[in-house]
Each structure stands twice: as C-alpha cells, then as structure tokens.
C-alpha cells in the first residue's frame, strides 16, 4: 500500500530545476516494513511540439523554469488521491493520475509530477518485492542487454558551435557485452579528445557530454570519428556504427515546407535534404538517423523511408513523442521503422511501455533514451533492459548523469551474468 508521496524540487544537469518525487509502501502482513523509494524526472531541450506538458512555474524564481507548482499538485493532489493504493498495480496508479490530470497532453498537474511519481511508486514496489528494477519491470523476459549509442559530439541545439546536427553517436555492434561496449566507446572518446586537441580544437563539451568543437560541417564530424574509431583500433563499419540525431524540428526553414540548418543558414526543401542523407549513407556506415525531418513532415517521413528504410533505421523521436497515437499513425502510413522512448515526453511508466510494446509488436526498433538535460536517476537503464530494446542512448561516457545509466547497465548484466 502507498502510504506516502512527496515531491521536491531539485537541480538536472543544466542548472535547472525538475521534479523529484518519493514515494513509501507498506508491505503486507504484520510486520508492515516500509520501502521508500526516489525517483527524478528529465528535461529536454530540442523538445517535440506534441509532448506532454512539462509544467513550469514561469514566475520570478529560477527565471519562469520553477517547478513549485508541479512539485504542489504530488503533495495536494496525487497524494490524497493514491493514498491507501495498491503500489503493485501501476496500471490502476498511472491510470487513476491521468484521470486526476484529466488533460490530452497532462497540463493540469504536469506530466513532469506524474511521472516522477508513476517511477518511484514502480522503484519502492521493486524493493518492496526485493527485485532489482529491471527484473521487476521485465520479469523473467527482460534479460538483453542493449547497445549503447553514445553521443560523443554535440551540436544544434545542446552545444553552442556551428555544427547543426544535434549529435554523433558511436556503437560499439561489435563488443560481446556492455562492458566491453562501454569500454570501446570510452576509448574511441579519448582518441577523439586526442585528434581534437591536436588540431587546436575545443574539447569542451556539450549538454551530453559531447566535445562541441567548431567545424567546417558535419562531413568533418563524421571524419573525425571515423579517424578516431580507427586510432582507438577498431573496424568502422564491423566494430562500429554511427547513428546521427539530425533533431530537424529544430530547422524550420522561412518558407512552407522548407528547411533551414540554423547555423550555417542553408536553406532547402524536403527532397534536398532527404538526398544530403541518402549521400551520407552512402558514404559513412550509418546505422540510424533521427528526426531527419520535420515532426510534421509526414509526407517527407514517407519518401525517405521507402528511399532509405531497408539501409538503415530511421527514428522518430519529435515525430512519434513516445505516443501510440502518433506512432500508430507512422506505422499506417510507413513513416520510420523506429522510435525513441522517452518517458517524459509521454509522461508515466504504463504508457511508455505500451508504446515499447507497440513498436515492437509491428517491427519498429525502440530505443530508450534520456534527456539532454538530466539527473542521476538510472530508471532508463533499467527500462531498457526489462523492455529488451537492444539499444539505449544516453550521452557520452562523461558527465556523471549520463554514465550513472552506463554504470547501472554494467550492474544489471553482472547480475544477469551470474553464473
Ligand atoms: P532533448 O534532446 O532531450 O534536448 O530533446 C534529445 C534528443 O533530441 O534526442
Ligand atoms: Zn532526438
């Protein structure tokens, strides 16, 4: 039984504040022990138009990103509402919160308090039960381990060079397990730094742990880290792939269906920019792209992946917002073959395992993924392992929000591994 919930503002990765709520249960039976449990929610920065509402204060504090509001309606509504509730069911606790919210998109109490909720109800019901999250998520069936893709140069909107696609991720398809992945991206990051550092160039990093050096394009982008997979000792193409996050919701161009890359302020139509891909995939071993178009460019969506979708994943992150509705649409109409999971654009545990679930049912790839702003909360990890996505995207192997997942992933496939 849920016998207590509060909520508290605390600080993500960028210096902002997010909801933080903690939830208690009561075990059964006469000793009554109680389980206390904390979970955090993300932020993004490039965030899709049909997300649900995160809600902020927009008052003087924090300037307008507050989120005292959110953190009241987990202490004066969600509280008296699930008080008394069966924390197991976390279809009927989700369910009874969406229903408090009664809003399309969650406005009423933030999806930002309900989800924070919806996770530590879930994480105080796994030590209840005295199961690690994944197993208590996943059961018996959730035990594959999936493929990081690290982002380890950062661009758009999460750094502030000129580079306009939003990030360049590494996998490492060819390591036997997620420590050795790990461990192989770690050093493809160093030899990066290293190539970096020799060209006199900026090894500062981006919002996710990224270097966000100033370069002439993206091309010099994918260069780098082809140079920097092969300095590291290993096969670009065999040990490795690269996925890009083009984020291109974040490139609405002057005219109607137009795009405009924001800091090299080129301008170009659909067809234009589905072949500026087409070329890359041509020339660099890609395994994904995401949002290589509008989240609105449902047309667009079409052409490019019946010109590219048997090469290569195309991922709706903007495009789908992790919500059946959408991505039942992108199925219908052959728009993508993949999705990005992320729970706070949905905005509770029940729904995004229902849109994993989904994808996966119609043979759509779902990635977990975090925010480009973060905490220390590793429930993502978790996820994607229960879920058996096969791949996860958080950050680079730096910043201590972004290697808190990889950390915990290691974790999960020790316990996994034990023989
Ligand atoms: P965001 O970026 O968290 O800033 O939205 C991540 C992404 O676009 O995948
Ligand atoms: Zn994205």
């Known amino acids: ?30 000793a009554g022990e109680l389980f206390t449990a904390i979970a955090d929610v993300p932020s993004g920065a490039s965030t899709g138009k049909f997300e649900a509402m995160e809600l902020r204060d927009g008052d003087k504090r924090y300037n307008g990103a507050g989120v ?35 809003t399309e998109n969650k406005k009423k109490l933030g999806a930002n308090a309900i989800l924070a909720v919806s996770m530590a109800n879930m994480k105080a019901c796994a030590k209840a039960l005295k199961l690690p999250e994944y197993q208590y998520i996943g059961g018996i069936c959730g035990e594959k381990m999936p493929i990081p893709m690290m982002n380890i140069l950062n661009g758009g909107a999460h750094a502030s060079n000129n580079i306009d696609v939003q990030e360049f991720m590494i996998l490492p398809v060819g390591a036997q397990s997620v420590k050795e992945g790990i461990r192989w991206c770690a050093e493809v990051y160093t030899c990066l730094k290293k190539l970096l550092k020799k060209d006199n160039l900026s090894v500062a ?25 092969i300095d590291a000792g290993y096969r670009p193409g065999k040990d490795f792939m690269i996925s890009l996050d083009v984020a291109a919701s974040e490139w609405k161009g002057d005219r109607k269906g137009h795009y405009r890359m924001p800091k090299k302020n080129v301008e170009m139509d659909t067809d234009q920019l589905i072949s500026l891909w087409e070329d890359i995939v041509t020339n660099y071993p890609i395994f994904s792209i995401e949002d290589p178009l509008d989240e609105e460019d449902w047309e667009g969506w079409k052409k490019i992946t019946a ?61 977990m993924s975090h925010r480009s702003g973060e905490t220390e909360d590793t429930t993502i990890a978790d996820l994607a392992v229960a879920l058996n996505t096969g791949y996860i995207k958080t950050g680079a192997p730096c910043r201590g929000e972004r290697t808190a997942k990889y950390n915990q992933l290691v974790r999960i496939e020790e316990m996994l591994t034990i023989k």
């Open 307 to 367: 010109a590219l979708g048997d090469k290569i994943r195309l991922v709706g992150d903007d495009l789908f917002v992790t919500n059946v509705v959408r991505l039942k649409k992108g199925i219908d109409e052959k728009c993508a073959n993949a999705i990005l999971i992320k729970p706070n654009q949905i905005g509770s545990v029940m729904e995004t395992i229902e849109a994993v679930r989904m994808a996966q049912s119609q043979g759509y790839v779902a990635i």
């Open 68 to 102: 005292s509001q959110a953190v009241e309606n987990i202490n004066k509504e969600i509280y008296p509402a699930l008080e008394g509730m069966n924390g197991l069911n976390q279809r009927k606790i989700d369910s009874k919160m969406i229903a408090i919210d009664g």
């Open 1 to 30: 039984k849920i016998v207590d919930i509060r909520g508290r503002e605390v600080l993500d990765s960028r210096g902002n504040p997010t909801v933080e709520a903690q939830v208690t249960v009561k075990a059964d039976g006469k």
């Open 205 to 229: 990093v981006g919002d996710e742990g990224g270097f966000a050096p100033n370069l002439s394009g993206e091309e010099e982008a994918l260069d780098l880290i082809m140079a920097a997979i």
